[in-house]
């Protein structure tokens, strides 16, 4: 027997002048860190862009956050920022229909694909 399991996402901020009538249009998932905690919300377009764009305004000030060669990790360990950007990849590539694995290395043509409409 197959089945058959469809997922609507609804904005996670109802109430902000959004169409409400067709939850699952133009809603996507937001994956983002700071503080060194992941977060991930469902946000309409309006929404996403604005969170982009809040973020955006800090990072480009900000430095890299990465931490090897610090005592205690591993040149191998990912750090936070370089994780939330590949919960930023996989979830774009989800919302384009792109099969991607939860966990290891997102493909670079999807990464590159991904760049290509985020500049």
């Not at 750090?79 to 590949?86: A, D, L």
């Not at 919960?87 to 493909?107: I, S």
């Amino acid at each position: 027997m197959a089945q058959r399991v469809n997922v609507i996402l609804v904005c996670d901020r109802p109430g902000q002048g959004h169409d409400e009538t067709n939850p699952g249009d133009g809603v996507e998932t937001v994956p983002f860190a700071i503080d060194g905690h992941e977060y991930e919300m469902e946000l309409c377009g309006p929404d996403a862009e604005a969170l982009r764009k809040s973020v955006a305004e800090f990072a480009g000030a900000a430095r890299s956050g990465s931490r090897a060669g610090r005592p205690g990790r591993s040149a191998a360990s990912r750090t936070v920022p370089e994780r939330g950007r590949s919960l930023l990849v996989r979830a774009w590539a989800k919302q384009q229909g792109y099969k991607v694995n939860e966990r290891g290395r997102v493909p670079a043509t999807i990464t590159a694909e991904y760049e290509a409409a985020h500049p």
